[in-house]
């Protein structure tokens, strides 16, 4: 059993309690326009291009098979990424260390091995393995039988997920998660629509059926300016938690931290005029959601 990894971080505090090690899957069926991982959106591997390390030497367009790097008139390579098998050749032949390949293969035993090694660190903190992506539950088979063999250790499970997924895929994965970690984006559909690339009803849906089946699930909000801070998504929102009977939410205020990698890929990145929430206005949205019945923290 094998899943296309981009990362995994150690020593995390942000995605579930205590100290985490975090496993990013790639693959997303949503196209949200704050994403802050868009290397993990392609099922495919991808080659990242950081053209601030690049030294402009023409090593990647000599070494490419598939001639998929050519050189600017100012010097500095580009992908061709309709030819461009992420075979790695440029990546390993690159004095700088200015790519890298995003999506590698790795087994359950490979990652439960990198996962474990961190163990006691879990045990003194009360954290343990969290899968994100992407959307990790677009590979549910994988995440069950890590989960199955990290609950074998005592390790604490936990999945990021946006819920656009069928439910078979969170039901394969129910018995052996300890924590969902589920995002609310924006409630009006056709809103959902603009900025995720698909409408959200299978995600209420499925966050219905979650805590109605009684399993540990902690509802988020991205916090963007502008996209859905508005009174009408607030009101929304507290409406759909109150009366799922899940009254807490935590605000994960938007930030530019992935910039660089749209970079590397070469893609727009669609935010370049939104700024990151000032703590005036994360206060405010706190305060407005506690009116409304919903328990609100906000994550730094």
């Known amino acids: 059993m094998c899943a296309l990894i981009t990362n995994i971080q150690s020593y995390s505090i942000h995605d579930g ?38 030294s402009g ?16 008139e100012e010097g500095y390579p580009v992908i061709l990424r309709e030819r461009c098998t992420a075979c790695e050749a440029c990546v390993e032949a690159c004095p700088r ?64 997920t946006s819920g656009h997924v069928p439910w078979s895929s969170l039901a394969e994965v129910l018995s052996h998660t300890d924590l969902f970690l589920y995002d609310l984006k924006v409630m009006n559909p056709v809103r959902h629509q603009e900025l995720a690339g698909s409408t959200n009803t299978q995600i209420l849906n499925n966050a219905r059926k979650l805590v109605e089946y009684g399993v540990n699930v902690f509802f988020r909000m991205p916090l963007v300016p502008g996209m859905n801070d508005t009174e009408e998504n607030i009101r929304e929102t507290a409406a759909f938690l109150t ?46 959601f506690k009116l409304l019945g919903v328990e609100c923290t906000a994550s730094l």
């Open 17 to 54: 309690p205590g100290i985490r090690t975090v496993v990013f899957l790639k693959g997303c069926s949503l196209r949200c326009v704050w994403c802050s991982n868009p290397e993990c959106i392609s099922p495919q591997p991808e080659i990242g291009l950081f053209l601030n390390l690049c």
């Open 57 to 72: 030497c023409g090593t990647c367009a000599k070494v490419c098979p598939q001639a998929a790097t050519t050189m600017s």
């Open 97 to 160: 260390e200015a790519r890298t390949r995003w999506g590698n293969d790795m087994s359950v035993e490979e990652v439960l091995a990198w996962v474990a090694r961190d163990k006691m660190f879990y045990e003194s903190s009360g954290g343990g393995v969290t899968v994100s992506g992407g959307e990790p539950l677009l590979q549910a088979a994988f995440v069950r039988e890590l989960f199955e063999k990290c609950h074998a250790l005592g390790i604490h499970t936990c999945v990021e």
């Open 243 to 288: 009366g799922i009977g899940a009254a807490r939410l935590e605000l994960m205020p938007y930030h530019k931290y992935g910039l660089g990698k749209y970079r590397a890929l070469g893609r727009e990145y669609l935010l370049g005029e939104v700024e990151s929430p000032t703590p005036e206005q994360i206060s405010s949205v706190r305060e407005k």
